[in-house]
């Protein structure tokens, strides 16, 4: 038995065997990735796993990855191949697969628990159909709504992020790669790419290499080191006129030379043809597979002109064969690593019907839709009481729109490239569906009428809705956006409402009854006047196929809701960047002294970190454990939070840091812990934080990493709104 074949040889031997036996094109061949899956391109390339020893395939559903893993199995070496695709909050694009939120709602719930379960879930569903890596978690920074893939971020701070980023990873790749209920994490995208300028998707992005130091990496630098990531996507932009894709300083320095990171690099979507084709860096698609490679990306995803291109280039010597070696390595090590070339090369074929949907994963999504509830306004209107004989109109078309509640990333998604018509519809619970469901329980009156439509397509029944208000005691209003107003490539210059919507909620209220707003929506939008004029609003933004339950749970009373916004909404388009984490230092001579546009509050519509709940509470006590830490101390701080109503609640207490003054400039104030306190009626809890040195740095002039001697002030409190904290401060 050829070594390489021996299960029970060190991995290290394993590879050196292997290698020893590959020529330069079955090597290359481990870098190539290309679609399996017809509709998404025109061709079909699965042949190619002989012609060009194609290690990794993308975009495989049904049976297709076991057929491809047969054929492999036939070639001259029997490299198995390793098989991605996009299951983003969900394995979405198998017609049972269990839906979540969608990531920007799911960060709403800031608990690690249920994103590590969701992905955990995830994990064992998509290693059931055969697939071995997920092209998860997002890691970039929501900070322009504008931007169409807002939705799938974490929202627009760098730290939560790296925390809920690592909470997923530690789900998806579980306790080791080789079980059947683990896959690969994929961390993206690498790095900077939410930042594009105008919120441009895949443009220019205008990043240094201190603000990417500073706010783009830290994120990623916690999923290698701390979650241990097993790979990272390139994204498509340019950094400063420089391509991440080419980017060595990013994909070797920093990434496997100063981090040392042991897992490989895959590219987004043709990067390597992009570099010629569009962002026009490159003088062919030979030199810009060279910087690719070069680069420091291991696998190339979707560039059909690698193949012959990177051959002549190590040939003619141009690319030293040790890069691609590296690649290689790195890229079969987690092939073994997954039991690939041993027992776990071929899933059962009856794991898929078995795993698929089963009554506890669809548990799973509705605890992490309950969770991910936020409440932004309530005059006393909710919960609703005394229901009895009372009469509910629902209105608005995303009351009842199974695609725009699931978001990106499902079917009617462009990825999917096919559609089961249904989408997802018989296992989707939407706002219509939930009220309906518990109208007899409760005994009110229920009616729905689409009245307005998200698109501009003059879809008009606002007469409707004036009519059908008048013998009715609540109004609930749902707005928001659908599939075709986000995602890649659907970027907005306006964030106001859309279609009759605005038209819609202004009837509503002119009816003069109770006014509640259901947003669901992949990213905020303008709604200022519905701040101003609605008796309660609920974000749910997309809440996944459970969602209308857990809206209508919150709407009754049986959830009590205890989200907290993970991204701030701003008065217009104009306003933006509204991130809490912003800078001082704006010259505006407005009377009153404040930073601001002259037409528009300093403020944000709402702000990172708001959410209220059933409850009610008050912090206290303040104290700083360590009021002068040495270097390398870890400063503590604790506060009391007591529950003062009579309803049993959570909170989320949040830890703002701010660096007082330091040789550069630095953000107002940071993100740097927080605490799910849950808390019985009238009791009260003392909570720690402790904030690791490391957390306490900034990046200096010279990109060096430093904590420098002074004042800290830190912040407690329920939201980023400092004016609800309590605030203290502490000295190195």
């Given at each position: 038995?050829?070594?390489?074949?021996?299960?029970?040889?060190?991995?290290?031997?394993?590879?050196?065997?292997?290698?020893?036996?590959?020529?330069?094109?079955?090597?290359?061949?481990?870098?190539?990735?290309?679609?399996?899956?017809?509709?998404?391109?025109?061709?079909?390339?699965?042949?190619?796993?002989?012609?060009?020893?194609?290690?990794?395939?993308?975009?495989?559903?049904?049976?297709?990855?076991?057929?491809?893993?047969?054929?492999?199995?036939?070639?001259?070496?029997?490299?198995?191949?390793?098989?991605?695709?996009?299951?983003?909050?969900?394995?979405?694009?198998?017609?049972?697969?269990?839906?979540?939120?969608?990531?920007?709602?799911?960060?709403?719930?800031?608990?690690?628990?249920?994103?590590?379960?969701?992905?955990?879930?995830?994990?064992?569903?998509?290693?059931?159909?055969?697939?071995?890596?997920?092209?998860?978690?997002?890691?970039?920074?929501?900070?322009?709504?504008?931007?169409?893939?807002?939705?799938?971020?974490?929202?627009?701070?760098?730290?939560?992020?790296?925390?809920?980023?690592?909470?997923?990873?530690?789900?998806?790749?579980?306790?080791?790669?080789?079980?059947?209920?683990?896959?690969?994490?994929?961390?993206?995208?690498?790095?900077?790419?939410?930042?594009?300028?105008?919120?441009?998707?895949?443009?220019?992005?205008?990043?240094?290499?201190?603000?990417?130091?500073?706010?783009?990496?830290?994120?990623?630098?916690?999923?290698?080191?701390?979650?241990?990531?097993?790979s990272l996507m390139t994204g498509y932009q340019s950094n400063n006129g420089l391509?991440?894709?080419?980017?060595?300083?990013?994909?070797?320095?920093?990434?496997?030379?100063?981090?040392?990171?042991?897992?490989?690099?895959?590219?987004?979507?043709?990067?390597?043809?992009?570099?010629?084709?569009?962002?026009?860096?490159?003088?062919?698609?030979?030199?810009?597979?060279?910087?690719?490679?070069?680069?420091?990306?291991?696998?190339?995803?979707?560039?059909?002109?690698?193949?012959?291109?990177?051959?002549?280039?190590?040939?003619?010597?141009?690319?030293?064969?040790?890069?691609?070696?590296?690649?290689?390595?790195?890229?079969?090590?987690?092939?073994?690593?997954?039991?690939?070339?041993?027992?776990?090369?071929?899933?059962?074929?009856?794991?898929?019907?078995?795993?698929?949907?089963?009554?506890?994963?669809?548990?799973?999504?509705?605890?992490?839709?309950?969770?991910?509830?936020?409440?932004?306004?309530?005059?006393?209107?909710?919960?609703?009481?005394?229901?009895?004989?009372?009469?509910?109109?629902?209105?608005?078309?995303?009351?009842?729109?199974?695609?725009?509640?699931?978001?990106?990333?499902?079917?009617?998604?462009?990825?999917?490239?096919?559609?089961?018509?249904?989408?997802?519809?018989?296992?989707?619970?939407?706002?219509?569906?939930?009220?309906?469901?518990?109208?007899?329980?409760?005994?009110?009156?229920?009616?729905?009428?689409?009245?307005?439509?998200?698109?501009?397509?003059?879809?008009?029944?606002?007469?409707?809705?004036?009519?059908?208000?008048?013998?009715?005691?609540?109004?609930?209003?749902?707005?928001?956006?659908?599939?075709?107003?986000?995602?890649?490539?659907?970027?907005?210059?306006?964030?106001?409402?859309?279609?009759?919507?605005?038209?819609?909620?202004?009837?509503?209220?002119?009816?003069?009854?109770?006014?509640?707003?259901?947003?669901?929506?992949?990213?905020?939008?303008?709604?200022?006047?519905?701040?101003?004029?609605?008796?309660?609003?609920?974000?749910?933004?997309?809440?996944?196929?459970?969602?209308?339950?857990?809206?209508?749970?919150?709407l009754l009373g049986e959830l009590n809701p205890s989200g907290k916004l993970t991204?701030?909404?701003?008065?217009?388009?104009?306003?933006?960047?509204?991130?809490?984490?912003?800078?001082?230092?704006?010259?505006?001579?407005?009377?009153?002294?404040?930073?601001?546009?002259?037409?528009?509050?300093?403020?944000?519509?709402?702000?990172?970190?708001?959410?209220?709940?059933?409850?009610?509470?008050?912090?206290?006590?303040?104290?700083?454990?360590?009021?002068?830490?040495?270097?390398?101390?870890?400063?503590?701080?604790?506060?009391?939070?007591?529950?003062?109503?009579?309803?049993?609640?959570?909170?989320?207490?949040?830890?703002?840091?701010?660096?007082?003054?330091?040789?550069?400039?630095?953000?107002?104030?940071?993100?740097?812990?927080?605490?799910?306190?849950?808390?019985?009626?009238?009791?009260?809890?003392?909570?720690?934080?402790?904030?690791?040195?490391?957390?306490?740095?900034?990046?200096?002039?010279?990109?060096?990493?430093?904590?420098?001697?002074?004042?800290?002030?830190?912040?407690?409190?329920?939201?980023?709104?400092?004016?609800?904290?309590?605030?203290?401060?502490?000295?190195?």
């Amino acid at each position: 038995m050829n070594l390489y074949k021996n299960a029970n040889a060190p991995i290290a031997d394993r590879i050196d065997d292997l290698m020893s036996r590959m020529t330069l094109e079955e090597k290359i061949g481990q870098m190539i990735q290309l679609p399996a899956k017809e509709g998404i391109v025109e061709e079909n390339y699965i042949d190619r796993i002989y012609d060009w020893h194609i290690g990794s395939f993308l975009h495989c559903t049904g049976k297709a990855a076991e057929e491809i893993q047969r054929m492999a199995e036939k070639s001259r070496l029997g490299i198995p191949v390793i098989f991605g695709i996009d299951a983003i909050h969900g394995h979405c694009f198998e017609d049972k697969g269990t839906v979540f939120p969608s990531q920007l709602s799911l960060s709403c719930s800031w608990d690690r628990q249920i994103v590590k379960e969701m992905a955990r879930v995830t994990a064992k569903e998509v290693r059931a159909c055969g697939i071995h890596w997920t092209f998860s978690p997002v890691l970039c920074i929501g900070r322009d709504a504008r931007w169409g893939r807002v939705d799938e971020t974490f929202g627009e701070d760098p730290w939560l992020i790296g925390e809920l980023a690592c909470a997923a990873i530690e789900g998806y790749q579980g306790d080791s790669l080789d079980s059947e209920d683990s896959i690969l994490a994929c961390a993206k995208h690498f790095a900077g790419y939410g930042e594009a300028t105008g919120g441009r998707d895949s443009f220019e992005a205008d990043v240094s290499k201190r603000k990417m130091l500073s706010i783009f990496l830290p994120p990623f630098e916690k999923a290698v080191k701390k979650a241990k990531v097993a790979s990272l996507m390139t994204g498509y932009q340019s950094n400063n006129g420089l391509p991440a894709t080419s980017d060595s300083w990013l994909l070797r320095e920093i990434t496997k030379k100063q981090w040392g990171f042991k897992g490989f690099i895959v590219t987004d979507w043709d990067n390597v043809g992009s570099l010629y084709k569009k962002q026009k860096v490159a003088r062919d698609l030979k030199d810009a597979a060279r910087q690719g490679i070069v680069g420091g990306n291991d696998m190339m995803m979707s560039t059909d002109s690698f193949f012959e291109n990177a051959l002549q280039l190590v040939q003619e010597g141009t690319v030293s064969e040790d890069l691609i070696e590296d690649s290689v390595r790195r890229v079969l090590k987690i092939k073994f690593e997954m039991g690939l070339f041993d027992d776990k090369r071929h899933i059962p074929t009856d794991r898929q019907s078995e795993v698929l949907g089963r009554p506890e994963h669809w548990d799973v999504a509705l605890d992490a839709s309950r969770e991910s509830m936020t409440l932004l306004t309530n005059n006393g209107v909710l919960p609703l009481q005394d229901m009895k004989n009372k009469k509910i109109l629902l209105t608005g078309s995303n009351g009842d729109d199974v695609i725009a509640q699931l978001g990106d990333w499902s079917f009617g998604s462009m990825q999917a490239g096919h559609a089961n018509e249904t989408y997802h519809r018989e296992d989707t619970v939407t706002l219509r569906d939930g009220l309906k469901k518990t109208s007899e329980k409760y005994g009110f009156d229920f009616e729905y009428i689409k009245g307005a439509d998200v698109l501009d397509n003059g879809f008009d029944e606002t007469d409707l809705v004036k009519k059908r208000a008048k013998n009715s005691d609540y109004i609930i209003v749902c707005v928001g956006d659908t599939i075709a107003q986000h995602g890649e490539g659907h970027d907005r210059s306006d964030l106001s409402l859309t279609g009759k919507q605005q038209k819609l909620l202004e009837v509503a209220k002119a009816s003069g009854k109770k006014l509640i707003v259901v947003y669901i929506a992949s990213k905020p939008l303008a709604i200022s006047w519905v701040k101003e004029n609605a008796d309660a609003i609920i974000c749910c933004f997309n809440p996944g196929a459970k969602g209308g339950t857990a809206i209508t749970e919150v709407l009754l009373g049986e959830l009590n809701p205890s989200g907290k916004l993970t991204i701030s909404f701003p008065y217009s388009a104009g306003q933006i960047p509204v991130f809490y984490n912003k800078y001082t230092g704006w010259h505006s001579d407005n009377e009153d002294g404040k930073e601001r546009y002259i037409d528009l509050p300093e403020e944000p519509v709402f702000s990172f970190g708001e959410g209220i709940s059933y409850s009610r509470f008050s912090y206290s006590d303040l104290k700083v454990l360590t009021s002068s830490i040495k270097k390398g101390e870890n400063p503590q701080f604790e506060v009391t939070i007591t529950n003062i109503s009579d309803v049993d609640g959570t909170e989320i207490a949040q830890l703002y840091i701010n660096d007082v003054v330091s040789t550069m400039t630095t953000p107002c104030m940071n993100l740097k812990g927080f605490h799910r306190v849950d808390l019985k009626a009238g009791m009260s809890k003392t909570v720690q934080f402790t904030v690791d040195w490391d957390e306490l740095a900034i990046i200096d002039a010279d990109l060096k990493k430093i904590v420098e001697r002074g004042e800290f002030e830190v912040w407690v409190g329920p939201s980023s709104i400092r004016e609800k904290c309590l605030k203290s401060s502490f000295w190195y």
